[in-house]
């Protein structure tokens, strides 16, 4: 039996998963399981039906998996990313609590994040975007302030070495963002559809574009479809909890152990509320995180 090969997954729609192999080929490849849990990014194990075309027979231990899940389903985005950029936009608006969900799934998987403000260059909405952006300034968070369409250089410095991981709503610039770091990406956009035989798509899952050495230091980026949603199902509420990063020195603080931070007595998270050091909009999204988890949980014990 002849040895298996090995490559990336570099694009994926439905079954099928473009997987790069070391020697640069690109094939056209099937999971062997019913269900898949490939994921762009995934180092993966295959083995040739044809000149062109393969069966992926094992996916390689993962560094990180990055995902969303329901009550009903989950949906993987991209594996083994070392990086997670959030991107919004002065305009069209954007969510906080949409940011705050990536921020705490990538939190869940110890993936540093950070948050770039895209169009800076609209600089009459510029104030606006960025007040809205305090909340996660104080909490920790890093914020990065650029114009996709005029230099990237600040966020191309950070993404040395990485593999990076852009995410966000529709309508931010993300696909701009991965034109002006990838020079090919549309080109290789292209080759990706020509492998998948996916000409009359226009949605896949997350694709993966390596970045220029000369201008990185190597590392990859992976663009990522707008997010509409972004479900926290399968993390704990000690993993919602410690994805806020301002309240994380609080927890364990609150009188009761299982203290669900709403009208119980002594609650620490509630307090630093009151006093200002927990901004009201987190908190009120902390709490929908918690509600959604224990409608979750019973979900699954009742099913």
């Not at 990538?106 to 809205?132: E, F, M, S, T, Y």
């Not at 002594?266 to 908190?283: I, P, V």
Request: net charge neutral.
């Amino acid at each position: 039996m002849s040895q298996p090969l090995t490559g990336t997954v570099v694009a994926a729609f439905g079954r099928q998963y473009a997987v790069r192999l070391e020697d640069g080929r690109e094939l056209l490849c099937v999971p062997r399981a019913k269900k898949s849990e490939v994921a762009c990014g995934d180092a993966v194990e295959i083995a040739l039906t044809s000149a062109d075309q393969g069966v992926i027979e094992r996916i390689r231990e993962r560094s990180s998996l990055f995902y969303r899940a329901d009550q009903w389903k989950e949906k993987l985005i991209a594996a083994n990313v070392s990086q997670v950029v959030v991107v919004v936009a002065t305009e069209p608006g954007f969510s906080d609590e949409l940011i705050t969900r990536c921020l705490v799934a990538a939190d869940a998987q110890d993936i540093p994040a950070l948050i770039v403000l895209n169009k800076c260059d609209l600089v009459a909405q510029l104030p606006a975007a960025r007040a809205q952006l305090e909340i996660f300034v104080r909490a920790g968070h890093e914020v990065l302030a650029l114009s996709a369409r005029e230099d990237v250089a600040v966020l191309r410095n950070r993404l040395a070495g990485h593999t990076s991981l852009l995410v966000g709503q529709s309508g931010m610039g993300k696909s701009t963002l991965t034109n002006a770091l990838v020079p090919d990406a549309e080109a290789r956009t292209r080759e990706i559809s020509a492998v998948l035989d996916s000409g009359k798509h226009t949605t896949t899952h997350a694709r993966l574009y390596p970045l220029p050495a000369d201008t990185t230091s190597g590392g990859f980026l992976i663009d990522s479809p707008g997010l509409q949603s972004f479900g926290l199902a399968h993390l704990s509420q000690r993993e919602i909890e410690t994805g806020f990063l301002e309240i994380r020195p609080l927890l364990g603080s609150c009188r009761f152990r299982d203290c669900q931070h709403l009208k119980e007595p002594d609650c620490a998270l509630r307090a630093a509320r009151d006093a200002g050091d927990f901004s009201e909009r987190r908190y009120a999204t902390l709490l929908q995180l918690l509600d959604e988890h224990r409608v979750a949980v019973r979900h699954r014990l009742e099913h």
